[in-house]
Protein backbone atom coordinates (compact mmCIF):
# COMPACT_ATOMS: atom_id res chain seq x y z
CA UNK A 1 0.00 0.00 0.00
CA UNK A 2 1.20 3.71 -0.61
CA UNK A 3 2.02 5.82 1.95
CA UNK A 4 2.00 9.65 1.28
CA UNK A 5 2.36 12.92 2.71
CA UNK A 6 3.17 16.59 1.72
CA UNK A 7 5.49 19.67 2.69
CA UNK A 8 5.08 23.01 2.01
CA UNK A 9 7.77 25.29 1.59
CA UNK A 10 7.56 28.97 0.60
CA UNK A 11 10.37 30.19 -2.01
CA UNK A 12 11.29 34.01 -2.13
CA UNK A 13 11.63 35.59 -5.44
CA UNK A 14 15.10 37.35 -5.72
CA UNK A 15 13.58 40.40 -7.64
CA UNK A 16 10.11 40.89 -7.49
CA UNK A 17 8.73 39.25 -10.51
CA UNK A 18 6.40 41.65 -12.53
CA UNK A 19 4.06 40.03 -14.98
CA UNK A 20 0.83 41.52 -16.51
CA UNK A 21 -1.51 40.47 -13.04
CA UNK A 22 1.00 41.92 -11.05
CA UNK A 23 4.08 41.58 -9.22
CA UNK A 24 5.15 37.95 -7.02
CA UNK A 25 7.40 38.55 -3.90
CA UNK A 26 7.25 34.86 -2.73
CA UNK A 27 5.24 31.49 -3.56
CA UNK A 28 3.99 28.38 -1.97
CA UNK A 29 5.31 25.37 -3.21
CA UNK A 30 4.13 21.69 -1.69
CA UNK A 31 6.32 18.57 -1.97
CA UNK A 32 3.95 15.45 -2.35
CA UNK A 33 5.97 12.08 -0.84
CA UNK A 34 4.95 9.11 -1.76
CA UNK A 35 6.35 5.71 -0.52
CA UNK A 36 5.77 1.93 -0.20
CA UNK A 37 5.35 0.43 2.76
CA UNK A 38 7.48 -2.19 1.48
CA UNK A 39 10.31 -0.15 0.57
CA UNK A 40 10.69 2.49 2.91
CA UNK A 41 12.76 4.94 3.22
CA UNK A 42 12.69 5.27 -0.74
CA UNK A 43 9.96 7.17 -1.58
CA UNK A 44 9.12 9.43 -4.16
CA UNK A 45 8.80 13.21 -4.52
CA UNK A 46 6.80 15.58 -7.08
CA UNK A 47 6.21 19.00 -6.95
CA UNK A 48 2.24 21.29 -7.08
CA UNK A 49 1.83 24.89 -6.82
CA UNK A 50 -0.29 27.49 -8.05
CA UNK A 51 -0.12 30.69 -9.57
CA UNK A 52 -2.59 33.58 -7.77
CA UNK A 53 -5.09 34.47 -10.97
CA UNK A 54 -3.52 31.77 -13.62
CA UNK A 55 -3.79 28.24 -12.75
CA UNK A 56 -7.03 26.37 -12.70
CA UNK A 57 -6.77 25.25 -8.90
CA UNK A 58 -5.75 28.66 -7.74
CA UNK A 59 -8.87 27.90 -5.10
CA UNK A 60 -9.05 28.32 -1.42
CA UNK A 61 -8.99 24.87 0.09
CA UNK A 62 -6.60 24.23 -2.47
CA UNK A 63 -3.60 22.96 0.57
CA UNK A 64 -6.85 21.05 2.03
CA UNK A 65 -7.02 18.93 -1.67
CA UNK A 66 -3.56 17.83 -0.92
CA UNK A 67 -4.21 16.69 2.50
CA UNK A 68 -7.64 14.99 0.98
CA UNK A 69 -4.94 13.11 -1.40
CA UNK A 70 -2.68 12.12 1.15
CA UNK A 71 -5.27 10.87 3.38
CA UNK A 72 -7.24 8.67 0.76
CA UNK A 73 -3.64 7.07 -0.40
CA UNK A 74 -2.55 6.35 3.31
CA UNK A 75 -6.13 4.56 3.50
CA UNK A 76 -5.44 2.47 0.33
CA UNK A 77 -8.09 4.34 -2.12
CA UNK A 78 -7.84 4.96 -5.50
CA UNK A 79 -7.14 8.13 -6.82
CA UNK A 80 -10.29 9.10 -9.49
CA UNK A 81 -9.02 10.82 -12.60
CA UNK A 82 -11.78 12.68 -12.24
CA UNK A 83 -10.75 14.76 -9.35
CA UNK A 84 -7.37 14.68 -10.35
CA UNK A 85 -8.75 17.08 -13.28
CA UNK A 86 -9.96 19.72 -11.05
CA UNK A 87 -6.37 19.94 -9.34
CA UNK A 88 -4.02 20.13 -12.35
CA UNK A 89 -1.04 20.87 -10.16
CA UNK A 90 -1.91 18.41 -8.06
CA UNK A 91 -2.29 15.41 -10.79
CA UNK A 92 1.17 17.02 -11.92
CA UNK A 93 2.76 16.31 -8.40
CA UNK A 94 1.11 12.74 -8.07
CA UNK A 95 2.16 11.75 -11.66
CA UNK A 96 5.91 12.97 -11.05
CA UNK A 97 5.63 11.30 -7.04
CA UNK A 98 4.57 8.15 -8.78
CA UNK A 99 6.98 8.26 -11.47
CA UNK A 100 9.88 8.77 -9.19
CA UNK A 101 8.87 6.43 -7.12
CA UNK A 102 8.95 3.12 -9.32
CA UNK A 103 12.64 4.60 -10.71
CA UNK A 104 13.91 4.22 -6.99
CA UNK A 105 13.56 7.55 -5.57
CA UNK A 106 16.60 9.45 -6.63
CA UNK A 107 14.63 12.05 -8.79
CA UNK A 108 15.71 10.30 -12.28
CA UNK A 109 12.70 10.20 -13.89
CA UNK A 110 13.85 9.12 -17.28
CA UNK A 111 16.43 7.56 -18.62
CA UNK A 112 17.94 10.19 -21.12
CA UNK A 113 21.11 11.61 -22.49
CA UNK A 114 20.06 15.12 -20.73
CA UNK A 115 19.69 13.13 -17.25
CA UNK A 116 23.53 11.11 -17.84
CA UNK A 117 24.98 15.10 -18.13
CA UNK A 118 25.71 14.03 -22.09
CA UNK A 119 23.63 16.04 -23.44
CA UNK A 120 22.18 19.42 -22.03
CA UNK A 121 18.65 21.63 -23.57
CA UNK A 122 18.62 24.71 -25.12
CA UNK A 123 16.60 27.30 -23.36
CA UNK A 124 15.58 30.45 -23.46
CA UNK A 125 16.68 33.51 -21.50
CA UNK A 126 13.46 35.18 -19.59
CA UNK A 127 12.67 39.01 -19.58
CA UNK A 128 10.74 39.80 -16.32
CA UNK A 129 8.58 42.99 -16.82
CA UNK A 130 9.70 46.30 -15.00
CA UNK A 131 10.93 49.88 -15.72
CA UNK A 132 12.89 50.47 -19.13
CA UNK A 133 15.68 50.44 -17.45
CA UNK A 134 15.72 47.46 -15.51
CA UNK A 135 14.56 45.68 -18.45
CA UNK A 136 17.75 46.84 -20.28
CA UNK A 137 19.71 45.41 -17.25
CA UNK A 138 18.58 42.20 -17.78
CA UNK A 139 18.74 41.98 -21.22
CA UNK A 140 22.46 42.56 -20.98
CA UNK A 141 23.13 40.07 -18.68
CA UNK A 142 20.99 37.23 -20.84
CA UNK A 143 22.96 38.13 -23.63
CA UNK A 144 26.05 38.27 -21.71
CA UNK A 145 25.64 34.68 -20.31
CA UNK A 146 25.29 33.66 -23.46
CA UNK A 147 21.62 33.27 -24.64
CA UNK A 148 20.84 33.24 -28.20
CA UNK A 149 16.81 33.47 -27.71
CA UNK A 150 15.29 35.64 -25.29
CA UNK A 151 11.86 36.05 -23.88
CA UNK A 152 10.62 39.33 -23.16
CA UNK A 153 7.23 39.72 -20.69
CA UNK A 154 5.05 42.53 -22.88
CA UNK A 155 2.03 44.65 -21.34
CA UNK A 156 2.66 45.85 -18.18
CA UNK A 157 4.22 49.14 -19.32
CA UNK A 158 3.34 51.44 -21.68
CA UNK A 159 3.58 50.11 -25.29
CA UNK A 160 5.78 52.68 -26.64
CA UNK A 161 8.64 51.84 -23.81
CA UNK A 162 8.10 48.16 -24.46
CA UNK A 163 8.60 49.07 -28.57
CA UNK A 164 11.59 51.20 -27.87
CA UNK A 165 13.45 48.48 -25.96
CA UNK A 166 12.97 45.90 -28.31
CA UNK A 167 13.93 48.49 -31.00
CA UNK A 168 17.09 48.97 -28.86
CA UNK A 169 17.59 45.50 -28.65
CA UNK A 170 17.69 44.51 -32.38
CA UNK A 171 19.75 48.28 -33.19
CA UNK A 172 22.63 45.78 -31.02
CA UNK A 173 22.04 42.24 -32.07
CA UNK A 174 20.23 41.30 -35.59
CA UNK A 175 18.01 38.52 -35.86
CA UNK A 176 20.28 36.11 -37.20
CA UNK A 177 22.53 36.70 -33.59
CA UNK A 178 19.73 37.19 -31.12
CA UNK A 179 15.67 35.31 -31.71
CA UNK A 180 13.19 37.60 -29.35
CA UNK A 181 10.37 36.11 -27.98
CA UNK A 182 7.29 37.82 -26.81
CA UNK A 183 4.99 36.78 -24.31
CA UNK A 184 1.74 39.20 -23.80
CA UNK A 185 -0.12 36.68 -20.84
CA UNK A 186 -3.44 38.12 -22.36
CA UNK A 187 -2.60 41.74 -22.24
CA UNK A 188 -3.35 43.03 -25.37
CA UNK A 189 -7.41 44.18 -26.14
CA UNK A 190 -8.81 42.36 -28.50
CA UNK A 191 -9.91 45.56 -30.28
CA UNK A 192 -6.00 47.00 -31.04
CA UNK A 193 -3.89 43.51 -30.73
CA UNK A 194 -3.37 43.35 -34.39
CA UNK A 195 -2.27 46.87 -34.68
CA UNK A 196 0.15 46.31 -32.04
CA UNK A 197 1.64 43.30 -32.88
CA UNK A 198 1.73 44.76 -36.79
CA UNK A 199 4.13 47.32 -34.72
CA UNK A 200 6.20 44.54 -33.33
CA UNK A 201 6.93 42.51 -36.33
CA UNK A 202 9.34 45.49 -37.24
CA UNK A 203 11.64 43.87 -35.16
CA UNK A 204 11.87 40.03 -36.62
CA UNK A 205 9.96 38.53 -33.37
CA UNK A 206 9.79 34.72 -33.31
CA UNK A 207 6.37 34.69 -31.92
CA UNK A 208 4.29 36.11 -29.66
CA UNK A 209 2.77 33.94 -26.94
CA UNK A 210 -0.95 34.41 -25.81
CA UNK A 211 -1.96 38.05 -27.27
CA UNK A 212 -5.72 38.12 -26.24
CA UNK A 213 -7.04 37.11 -23.04
CA UNK A 214 -8.23 33.06 -23.21
CA UNK A 215 -11.59 32.52 -24.15
CA UNK A 216 -11.84 34.65 -27.12
CA UNK A 217 -11.85 31.96 -29.60
CA UNK A 218 -13.28 33.48 -32.40
CA UNK A 219 -10.75 37.13 -31.82
CA UNK A 220 -7.96 35.03 -31.41
CA UNK A 221 -8.87 32.44 -34.42
CA UNK A 222 -8.41 35.44 -36.25
CA UNK A 223 -5.46 36.94 -34.98
CA UNK A 224 -3.99 33.72 -36.07
CA UNK A 225 -4.45 34.09 -39.79
CA UNK A 226 -4.07 37.48 -39.87
CA UNK A 227 -0.93 38.37 -37.38
CA UNK A 228 2.60 39.59 -38.95
CA UNK A 229 3.82 37.45 -36.27
CA UNK A 230 3.54 33.58 -35.10
CA UNK A 231 1.17 33.47 -32.18
CA UNK A 232 1.41 30.34 -29.71
CA UNK A 233 -1.31 29.87 -27.09
CA UNK A 234 -0.52 29.47 -23.81
CA UNK A 235 -3.50 30.39 -20.95
CA UNK A 236 -5.46 29.12 -23.79
CA UNK A 237 -4.74 25.53 -22.90
CA UNK A 238 -5.57 25.70 -19.25
CA UNK A 239 -8.61 24.41 -17.69
CA UNK A 240 -9.62 22.12 -20.65
CA UNK A 241 -9.83 18.51 -19.78
CA UNK A 242 -11.92 17.08 -22.39
CA UNK A 243 -10.12 15.21 -25.69
CA UNK A 244 -12.64 16.35 -27.78
CA UNK A 245 -12.74 19.98 -26.66
CA UNK A 246 -8.78 20.17 -26.77
CA UNK A 247 -8.94 19.20 -30.62
CA UNK A 248 -11.67 21.36 -31.10
CA UNK A 249 -10.05 24.16 -29.69
CA UNK A 250 -6.68 23.09 -31.91
CA UNK A 251 -8.62 22.74 -34.85
CA UNK A 252 -10.64 26.38 -35.10
CA UNK A 253 -7.95 28.52 -34.01
CA UNK A 254 -5.09 27.17 -35.77
CA UNK A 255 -2.60 28.69 -33.68
CA UNK A 256 1.16 28.65 -35.48
CA UNK A 257 2.22 27.70 -31.64
CA UNK A 258 1.24 25.94 -28.67
CA UNK A 259 3.08 26.82 -24.92
CA UNK A 260 2.98 22.89 -22.94
CA UNK A 261 3.39 24.00 -19.09
CA UNK A 262 2.91 20.60 -17.42
CA UNK A 263 2.04 22.26 -14.00
CA UNK A 264 -1.05 24.08 -15.31
CA UNK A 265 -2.15 21.33 -17.67
CA UNK A 266 -2.34 18.03 -15.34
CA UNK A 267 0.64 16.82 -16.07
CA UNK A 268 2.84 14.92 -18.86
CA UNK A 269 -0.13 12.63 -20.13
CA UNK A 270 -2.44 15.72 -20.77
CA UNK A 271 0.31 17.31 -22.11
CA UNK A 272 1.78 14.89 -24.48
CA UNK A 273 -1.98 14.67 -26.12
CA UNK A 274 -1.72 18.34 -26.31
CA UNK A 275 1.43 17.65 -28.58
CA UNK A 276 -0.71 15.42 -30.66
CA UNK A 277 -3.61 17.41 -31.47
CA UNK A 278 -0.83 20.33 -32.38
CA UNK A 279 0.77 18.28 -34.58
CA UNK A 280 -2.31 17.01 -36.40
CA UNK A 281 -3.05 20.54 -37.36
CA UNK A 282 0.33 21.64 -38.69
CA UNK A 283 1.36 23.84 -34.87
CA UNK A 284 5.07 23.45 -33.47
CA UNK A 285 4.83 23.66 -29.65
CA UNK A 286 7.75 23.78 -27.00
CA UNK A 287 7.90 22.93 -22.81
CA UNK A 288 8.10 26.03 -20.46
CA UNK A 289 8.28 26.05 -16.71
CA UNK A 290 5.79 27.84 -14.63
CA UNK A 291 7.49 29.12 -11.24
CA UNK A 292 8.36 25.50 -10.20
CA UNK A 293 11.07 25.01 -7.98
CA UNK A 294 14.42 22.67 -9.07
CA UNK A 295 12.39 19.74 -7.88
CA UNK A 296 9.43 20.26 -10.52
CA UNK A 297 11.36 21.91 -12.91
CA UNK A 298 13.51 18.61 -12.79
CA UNK A 299 10.68 16.15 -13.65
CA UNK A 300 9.55 18.95 -16.45
CA UNK A 301 13.54 19.19 -17.88
CA UNK A 302 13.54 15.47 -18.04
CA UNK A 303 10.57 14.78 -19.67
CA UNK A 304 11.13 17.41 -21.89
CA UNK A 305 14.42 15.45 -23.09
CA UNK A 306 12.55 12.67 -24.14
CA UNK A 307 10.15 14.26 -26.77
CA UNK A 308 13.68 15.32 -28.55
CA UNK A 309 12.11 19.05 -29.40
CA UNK A 310 15.33 20.63 -30.71
CA UNK A 311 13.56 24.21 -29.73
CA UNK A 312 14.79 26.42 -27.29
CA UNK A 313 12.96 25.46 -24.06
CA UNK A 314 11.17 27.59 -21.47
CA UNK A 315 13.10 26.10 -18.78
CA UNK A 316 15.46 28.87 -16.82
CA UNK A 317 13.62 29.74 -13.91
CA UNK A 318 15.77 27.64 -11.72
CA UNK A 319 17.66 30.84 -10.54
CA UNK A 320 14.47 33.09 -9.73
CA UNK A 321 14.56 32.26 -5.78
CA UNK A 322 16.73 32.90 -2.82
CA UNK A 323 16.24 29.28 -1.39
CA UNK A 324 15.96 27.32 -3.84
CA UNK A 325 16.38 23.65 -3.61
CA UNK A 326 20.28 22.68 -4.34
CA UNK A 327 19.83 20.38 -7.48
CA UNK A 328 22.18 19.00 -10.30
CA UNK A 329 20.52 21.32 -12.45
CA UNK A 330 22.31 24.12 -13.99
CA UNK A 331 21.86 26.95 -16.49
CA UNK A 332 25.21 27.71 -18.68
CA UNK A 333 25.75 29.69 -21.90
CA UNK A 334 21.96 29.48 -23.13
CA UNK A 335 21.32 25.57 -22.05
CA UNK A 336 20.02 23.76 -19.08
CA UNK A 337 22.44 21.32 -17.75
CA UNK A 338 22.21 18.29 -15.19
CA UNK A 339 25.59 17.67 -13.52
CA UNK A 340 24.98 14.14 -12.07
CA UNK A 341 28.03 14.80 -9.40
CA UNK A 342 26.30 17.53 -7.88
CA UNK A 343 23.96 15.99 -5.25
CA UNK A 344 20.64 17.21 -4.39
CA UNK A 345 20.18 18.86 -1.04
CA UNK A 346 16.64 19.02 0.82
CA UNK A 347 17.60 20.43 3.50
CA UNK A 348 15.98 23.60 3.16
CA UNK A 349 12.77 22.11 2.70
CA UNK A 350 12.93 19.69 6.27
CA UNK A 351 12.29 16.23 4.14
CA UNK A 352 13.69 13.88 5.51
CA UNK A 353 11.59 10.68 4.98
CA UNK A 354 8.39 9.70 5.42
CA UNK A 355 7.33 8.87 9.05
Known amino acids: MLKATYHRHTLFFRKPAGTSRGVLLHRNAYFLLIADNGIDPVYGIGECG??????????????????????????????????LENW?????????????LKQGGNKLLFNTTFSTGQKPLP?????????????????????????????IKVGAID?????????????????????????????????DAIKKIEKLSAFSI?????????????AMADLCRNSAIPIALDEELIGITNPATREKLIETI??????????????????????????????????????????????IAQWTATLNNPLPQGLGTGSLYTNNIPSPLKVEDGFLHYK??????????????IN
Open 50 to 83: TIPGLSFDDKPDYESAIELLCRELNRGNTIKKQW
Open 88 to 100: PSIAFAFETALLD
Open 123 to 151: INGLIWMGNPDEMLQQIDEKIASGFSVIK
Open 159 to 191: FNEELNLIRHIRSHFPEKQITIRLDANGAFETT
Open 206 to 218: HSIEQPIKAGNIK
Open 254 to 299: LPQYIILKPTLLGGFENSEAWIRHAETYGAGWWITSALESNIGLNA
Open 340 to 353: PEQPWDLSLTGIKK
